[in-house]
């Protein structure tokens, strides 16, 4: 089944301790990307990969970081985690970047 | 002016009504725009996608495209309490390399 992968689901973390949020698709898409989805404010890009090694910034990219070391797999790295970080967040791949996006489970963070 | 605008809603229609949910965006060059569905807490789920101005129609779903006017519908016929979630238009501008989201219409569909 086609599909894209997010882990975990649910987080709670601390201000500080650093964590990954993994995304994994079985498409053999070219196109990644992380989002994050906030009440009134919608879906922002905080980052984008074109391909293996290509990532760039999105629209609220400050605080983050991201790695595309294999096509399948781009994770979501929070180095210091703050409470406005708290969020929604999505990946989401497409084969290229003006086709369908299709999006993970989702995983909603919380930072205390 | 926001990129992508929608109306929030709720728009409520009766169950076997047509819904119409509207989408304006204000980059002209823009060439992809999609229709996604998302129930709450949950991520959004593609319905359509529509490359050329005119309709496209899949089952009960028709997307109508008027690049001129700048602006995209959804209609939705034969309206099912099951369509009730938020509707999410988003759009391909060209300089940008990301899809840019409306914040998203709640349709609401009474039985």
């Known amino acids: 089944e086609a599909q894209v992968t997010q882990n975990p689901r649910y987080l709670i973390t601390v201000t500080g301790k650093k964590l990954t949020v993994t995304c994994s698709q079985n498409m053999n898409h070219e196109y990644m990307s992380w989002y994050r989805q906030d009440p009134g404010l919608g879906l922002r890009q905080i980052y984008y990969s074109m391909n293996v090694e290509v990532t760039d910034k999105g629209d609220v990219p400050e605080g983050y970081k991201v790695s595309r070391k294999e096509k399948r797999n781009f994770p979501l790295i929070l180095e210091s985690p703050s409470p406005n970080q708290t969020s929604l967040y999505f990946c989401a791949s497409s084969r290229q970047e003006n086709t369908e996006a299709f999006f993970g489970q989702g995983t909603r963070l919380t930072v205390v | 002016q926001k990129e992508v605008e929608q109306n929030s809603g709720p728009l409520s229609v009766p169950e076997g009504a047509i819904a119409s949910l509207n989408c304006t965006y204000s980059?002209?060059?823009?060439?992809?725009f999609f229709w996604y569905r998302q129930y709450s807490g949950k991520s959004p789920e593609l319905i359509m996608s529509?490359?050329?101005?005119g309709d496209k129609e899949d089952g009960r779903f028709t997307a109508q495209l008027n690049k001129a006017s700048q602006y995209v519908s959804l209609l939705i016929r034969d309206s099912q309490p099951s369509d009730s979630a938020t509707y999410l238009c988003a759009v391909k501008s060209t300089g940008r390399r990301a899809l840019t989201f409306g914040s998203g219409t709640r349709l609401q569909v009474q039985p």
């Open positions: 980059d002209r060059g823009s060439q992809s």
């Open positions: 529509i490359y050329s101005n």
